[in-house]
């Protein structure tokens, strides 16, 4: 793995900032590019189609796009690039939408979404070289989920009162700025890149593993029982997460006050913000497996008691539990990612997990749409249904044992190099072991973005 530069402590805060601006600019294009369109053309169709194209990438990228993170001698560079690129569409955007010809934009759209995964998973893959194993290392990704939420929340807040005070357009080209203000911080996270398969650490060289094409990330995603747990559940509640903004805004409406709809869609966002800054402060003792699937039952659960609930003050409570549920979701599944992807291919584990997130909610945005005509609080209730479905899923993969094939000692994570059988249950350690002290992520066998 690649150094970075300082010591976590220093790295951490860095890390960030980066993070934090990166994906505000992400998800303030999801309000930016409908209003803009909506301001230039008079329809909001050409902001759709813009949105589309800038998410459908995310899948298909990212896997290459984690390979060659993983495989680049100059990972300053490359993250310096993407990120670039990323500011620069959005800034392209910001300029031709509603202005050039339909497949002029659709085709920057296109550009721009590829350097997603960089922003989502990329970004996550580097807390493992920022910060060692160990309670906090678990911090780490609990800020980071929270900056995930916390852009949730600034993005859209920020384009729409720019906009109100002024126009779309240059909203846009503040995110773009805000994009490329991160691009311009990202080298200072690295130091020169060693050579492939070099230690960091003052341990000896160690070889590298030959595995680490665009297929490999896929194939640990599969092989790997808690990588396929953890993906698989995480991707059954995001089909039902990504109609979640629009069955909040019907339900508001069907209860007589549209207006609030969005007051519902922030009471869970900050509620994930509060529930990630919650686990950062007091890690949970448990292994990540146990967060994420009692996680997915709590927001499922409360998810359905707000469809069950006529009192508005009470729903905008329980979509506040609900949030406070999905942020120790996000934290435990960025752990089990960490933890459980060999270090080769970590990189494209993260990319391709979000990518896989990002277009499952794309999917139960559509699936929310086609089903609009049903009453809301049917649409709500199978949002929640879904939710605790991912959880059962989750609990019910991790029974089934891993088909990794056998890792090379000096590469694998924590868990993979203290096995003796990959699908069998863990070797005993030594009691002596740092990773069975409270708090480390290497304490049990079970034990990590969008």
Same mark, same amino acid.
């Given at each position: 793995?690649?150094?970075?530069?300082?010591?976590?402590?220093?790295?951490?805060?860095?890390?960030?900032?980066?993070?934090?601006?990166?994906?505000?600019?992400?998800?303030?294009?999801?309000?930016?590019?409908?209003?803009?369109?909506?301001?230039?053309?008079?329809?909001?169709?050409?902001?759709?189609?813009?949105?589309?194209?800038?998410?459908?990438?995310?899948?298909?990228?990212?896997?290459?796009?984690?390979?060659?993170?993983?495989?680049?001698?100059?990972?300053?560079?490359?993250?310096?690039?993407?990120?670039?690129?990323?500011?620069?569409?959005?800034?392209?955007?910001?300029?031709?939408?509603?202005?050039?010809?339909?497949?002029?934009?659709?085709?920057?759209?296109?550009?721009?979404?590829?350097?997603?995964?960089?922003?989502?998973?990329?970004?996550?893959?580097?807390?493992?070289?920022?910060?060692?194993?160990?309670?906090?290392?678990?911090?780490?990704?609990?800020?980071?989920?929270?900056?995930?939420?916390?852009?949730?929340?600034?993005?859209?807040?920020?384009?729409?009162?720019?906009?109100?005070?002024?126009?779309?357009?240059?909203?846009?080209?503040?995110?773009?700025?805000?994009?490329?203000?991160?691009?311009?911080?990202?080298?200072?996270?690295?130091?020169?890149?060693?050579?492939?398969?070099?230690?960091?650490?003052?341990?000896?060289?160690?070889?590298?593993?030959?595995?680490?094409?665009?297929?490999?990330?896929?194939?640990?995603?599969?092989?790997?029982?808690?990588?396929?747990?953890?993906?698989?559940?995480?991707?059954?509640?995001?089909?039902?997460?990504?109609?979640?903004?629009?069955?909040?805004?019907?339900?508001?409406?069907?209860?007589?006050?549209?207006?609030?709809?969005?007051?519902?869609?922030?009471?869970?966002?900050?509620?994930?913000?509060?529930?990630?800054?919650?686990?950062?402060?007091?890690?949970?003792? #448990?292994? *990540?497996?146990?967060?994420? +699937? =009692?996680?997915?039952? &709590?927001? /499922?659960?409360?998810?359905? %008691? !707000? $469809? @069950?609930?006529?009192?508005?003050?009470?729903?905008?409570?329980?979509?506040?539990?609900?949030?406070?549920?999905?942020?120790?979701?996000?934290?435990?599944?960025?752990?089990?990612?960490?933890?459980?992807?060999?270090?080769?291919?970590?990189?494209?584990?993260?990319? #391709?997990? *979000?990518?896989?997130?990002? +277009? =499952?909610?794309?999917? &139960?945005? /559509?699936?929310?749409?086609? %089903? !609009? $005509? @049903?009453?809301?609080?049917?649409?709500?209730?199978?949002?929640?249904?879904?939710?605790?479905?991912?959880?059962?899923?989750?609990?019910?993969?991790?029974?089934?044992?891993?088909?990794?094939?056998?890792?090379?000692?000096?590469?694998?994570?924590?868990?993979?190099?203290?096995? *003796?059988?990959?699908?069998?249950?863990?070797?005993?350690?030594?009691?002596?072991?740092?990773?069975? %002290?409270?708090?480390?992520?290497?304490?049990?066998?079970?034990?990590?973005?969008?």
């Amino acid at each position: 793995m690649y150094g970075v530069r300082g010591s976590a402590s220093a790295g951490l805060p860095r890390y960030l900032a980066v993070a934090l601006l990166a994906r505000v600019a992400e998800e303030g294009m999801a309000v930016a590019a409908v209003l803009l369109a909506l301001a230039r053309t008079g329809s909001a169709a050409q902001g759709a189609f813009v949105l589309t194209a800038w998410m459908a990438p995310h899948v298909l990228a990212a896997p290459l796009v984690g390979a060659a993170a993983g495989r680049t001698r100059r990972p300053q560079l490359f993250h310096l690039a993407a990120l670039g690129g990323f500011a620069a569409a959005i800034a392209a955007l910001a300029v031709l939408t509603g202005r050039a010809p339909a497949p002029v934009t659709l085709a920057v759209a296109l550009i721009g979404g590829s350097c997603g995964p960089v922003v989502s998973g990329g970004l996550s893959g580097l807390v493992a070289a920022l910060v060692p194993a160990g309670p906090a290392r678990d911090r780490a990704y609990a800020l980071d989920a929270a900056t995930y939420n916390a852009a949730s929340v600034a993005g859209p807040a920020a384009v729409g009162t720019l906009a109100g005070f002024w126009s779309p357009g240059p909203a846009m080209a503040l995110l773009a700025g805000v994009a490329a203000v991160a691009a311009v911080l990202t080298p200072g996270l690295f130091r020169d890149h060693p050579r492939p398969g070099a230690r960091t650490d003052g341990t000896a060289r160690t070889p590298e593993v030959p595995r680490t094409g665009p297929a490999a990330g896929p194939a640990a995603l599969v092989r790997v029982r808690e990588l396929r747990a953890i993906t698989a559940a995480t991707c059954l509640a995001f089909l039902g997460i990504g109609g979640l903004t629009t069955t909040a805004v019907l339900l508001a409406a069907h209860r007589g006050s549209a207006g609030s709809g969005s007051a519902l869609l922030t009471a869970f966002a900050a509620g994930a913000l509060v529930g990630s800054l919650v686990v950062a402060r007091w890690p949970p003792r #448990l292994s *990540a497996q146990p967060v994420a +699937t =009692a996680a997915l039952l &709590g927001t /499922g659960m409360a998810l359905g %008691a !707000a $469809a @069950l609930v006529p009192a508005p003050a009470v729903v905008v409570a329980l979509f506040v539990v609900a949030g406070l549920c999905d942020g120790p979701l996000l934290t435990a599944t960025l752990r089990i990612r960490a933890e459980h992807a060999p270090a080769a291919v970590r990189t494209q584990v993260f990319t #391709l997990g *979000a990518g896989l997130k990002i +277009t =499952a909610a794309a999917c &139960g945005a /559509g699936l929310t749409g086609l %089903a !609009a $005509a @049903l009453p809301p609080t049917t649409l709500l209730l199978g949002i929640a249904a879904l939710q605790i479905a991912a959880a059962l899923l989750h609990a019910a993969l991790l029974r089934v044992p891993s088909r990794r094939p056998p890792v090379d000692a000096s590469e694998a994570g924590p868990h993979e190099s203290s096995t *003796a059988d990959p699908s069998g249950p863990p070797a005993p350690r030594d009691a002596s072991s740092p990773c069975d %002290a409270p708090g480390t992520p290497g304490r049990t066998s079970s034990s990590p973005p969008h």
